[in-house]
């Protein structure tokens, strides 16, 4: 129940950090040296940026760190092992301490957990790999004038809550003796680096849109007016001025470029606003530009006092010029309107863009307090019995090669060996055709000694199984499954569980033309593997230049070889009756000719 809670947990933290973006262009604190980052959403909620990687360590608080330097066993060289884990995030203690100076500088605020990273994507930057280990002795591996045999690292960078990056490496004896020196000083041979990501919330397109225009009227009549009798003259004099003045005014801070924002949305909207802004300013129907409306300037029957003609005097002699009966006078009209309009806007678009992170940490300054625990540092002597190893050879014996060839499929080896501890080390190696044409005659089978100090530690046991051509069964020695040889001799010499006979066959082959034979077969019969079956055959002609024939057969231990002899002449063939060979050298004489 614990552990599916504990599950739980983890998934629902997960949920939350994969759902958090942090702002990028403020909300930003430092405290104890570590980066706060303010969630995009929630001013009160802040994340964490490790300052750099650092070497993991277990629940209980041991760190996840080992050096080994060791002698060889006999003449082997000596050398070194360096294994270590890395972690991209702050201790619980120094997180409980940028907690309470948080809550100090800002109340109420949370650290809700470490910026949620990403590993960053192939091509974003030179040193995109996610995890890379810095090392003098740890690099070039394998190489020319290397000090380390093989290093392996896990390759990814431990970006998610818990996860954790592998170095491990096989050092020369060189390469050990300057790892190990490195480690006592404060900063030591090798440092790692995490390369990553992190979304942030950025306003991406700020514009503040301003617009201004006045629009000016004057206006201007005058009216002179002189009573002597002479014809009237009106003078008018009209000034109609409309000054327009207007300006359009886009200041625009835009990042689109600098991050890869596509900010065609943004143009489109400040283009829009543009054209409505243009619109209305300089429409003089109904915008901003539309002219005041006019004064009336001084006319005919304005002047209060001034004569007039009837209707009938108007009917004959029309309005004409009259003479003014009034005293001069002066009519003067002055007006002036100013009308002031103003827009204003302010737009912004908010993005998210990537934040790259390269952090880099040493693993060093702690060999001080660390260097005499055998937890993590330790010179080791391969020779000690704990750590010593035996190898047994198994050999296929050389009298029996051919036997691969002609009916041997292949003969396999079950190895066992029991220790005190209660273990027991078991392998299995097998010889066929293909292993003998390539002159592979002989493998191993190693066992560790596991600290035993007796002469038991030699011993071990083991079964052998044999395949014999167009035979379905194998031939386990020994018979019971459960039975096994013990030995605890370094060379085991395989021979099949036949016995091998090698038998000279000769004849005059000036007999086989007298008795007017041309060919003499011979076949031989044995038990082998438990059946009746035939285990070699020659034949002899009258025409081969060497007189003497060898053949190799196999039959099981203590069984009896017949054998039978078939010659052929041009009448037919004639068969001897089945004879017991009693000895390795057989001289065949040829039979009377049948009639």
């Known amino acids: 129940m614990r552990s599916v809670l504990l599950l739980i947990l983890t998934s629902v933290f997960a949920i939350h950090l994969s759902k958090a973006q942090v702002k990028y262009d403020e909300g930003r604190i430092q405290v104890l040296g570590v980066q706060l980052l303010q969630d995009a959403n929630d001013e009160n909620s802040y994340y964490y940026l490790p300052q750099y990687p650092r070497l993991a360590t277990r629940d209980n608080g041991d760190f996840e760190l080992l050096c080994i330097k060791y002698v060889g066993e006999g003449d082997q060289p000596s050398g070194g092992l360096f294994h270590a884990l890395i972690q991209f995030s702050l201790p619980d203690t120094i997180l409980s301490q940028v907690q309470d100076a948080l809550t100090k500088k800002v109340p109420g605020a949370k650290v809700m957990g470490p910026v949620p990273l990403q590993p960053l994507e192939s091509g974003e930057g030179e040193g995109a790999a996610g995890f890379q280990l810095v090392s003098a002795v740890l690099s070039n591996a394998g190489g020319e004038g290397s000090f380390s045999r093989s290093v392996v690292t896990s390759g990814y960078a431990p970006l998610l809550p818990g ?160 003479k003014y009966i009034s005293d001069d006078q002066f009519v003067l009209k002055k007006r002036s309107d100013i009308r002031s309009n103003k827009f204003y806007l302010n737009l912004s678009k908010t993005t998210t863009i990537k934040v790259p992170v390269h952090s880099s940490g040493n693993l060093g300054g702690f060999y001080e307090e660390l260097g005499n625990d055998p937890k993590y540092f330790r010179i080791v002597n391969l020779n000690d019995a704990a750590f010593q190893h035996r190898n047994i050879f198994f050999q296929i014996d050389g009298e029996y090669v051919d036997a691969f060839k002609t009916m041997i499929n292949f003969v396999s080896v079950n190895f066992k060996k029991e220790h005190k501890t209660g273990a027991a080390t078991t392998k299995e190696i097998f010889f066929n055709y293909s292993d003998i044409e390539k002159g592979e005659l002989i493998k191993s089978i190693s066992f560790p000694r596991l600290g035993d100090k007796s002469a038991s530690w030699l011993n071990y046991d083991y079964r052998l199984n044999w395949s014999i051509r167009g035979d379905d069964k194998l031939i386990s020695i020994p018979k019971s499954d459960s039975a096994w040889i013990s030995s605890n001799a370094p060379v085991i010499s395989l021979k099949p569980p036949f016995k091998k006979e090698i038998i000279e066959i000769d004849t005059d082959r000036s007999m086989f033309k007298g008795a007017g034979f041309s060919t003499a077969i011979v076949e031989f019969a044995s038990v082998l593997a438990g059946k009746k079956t035939k285990v070699g055959r020659v034949m002899l002609r009258a025409g081969d230049a060497e007189s003497l024939s060898r053949i190799a057969m196999y039959h099981d231990e203590g069984e009896q070889v017949v054998y039978r002899v078939t010659w052929v002449s041009k009448q037919g063939t004639q068969k001897s009756k089945l004879n017991l060979l009693d000895s390795d050298y057989l001289f065949l004489i040829p039979p009377e000719p049948a009639n």
């Not at 014809?231 to 000034?239: A, C, K, P, V, Y």
């Not at 207007?246 to 283009?271: A, T, W």
């Not at 539309?290 to 309005?319: M, Y």
């Open 163 to 322: 996860s954790k990056s592998a170095i491990a490496a096989n050092l020369t004896p060189e390469g050990a003796t300057l790892l190990w020196n490195s480690f006592t000083g404060a900063t030591s041979d090798v440092s790692v680096s995490i390369n990553a990501s992190y979304e942030a919330a950025v306003k991406a397109y700020n514009a503040v849109v301003t617009a201004n225009m006045d629009v000016i009227y004057n206006h201007f009549s005058k009216l002179y007016n002189y009573q002597h009798n002479y014809t009237r003259r009106q003078l008018r004099n009209i000034s109609d001025e409309l000054v327009k003045d207007g300006k359009i005014n886009i200041e625009v801070y835009d990042r689109s470029k600098g991050l890869n924002i596509k900010s065609s949305d943004m143009e489109g909207i400040l283009n829009l606003i543009t054209d409505k802004i243009t619109e209305i300013m300089f429409n003089s129907e109904t915008g901003w530009s539309k002219a005041p409306e006019r004064e009336v300037a001084v006319t005919s029957g304005q002047v209060k006092g001034r004569q007039q003609r009837g209707w009938i005097t108007k009917l004959f002699k029309g309005t004409g010029n009259a």
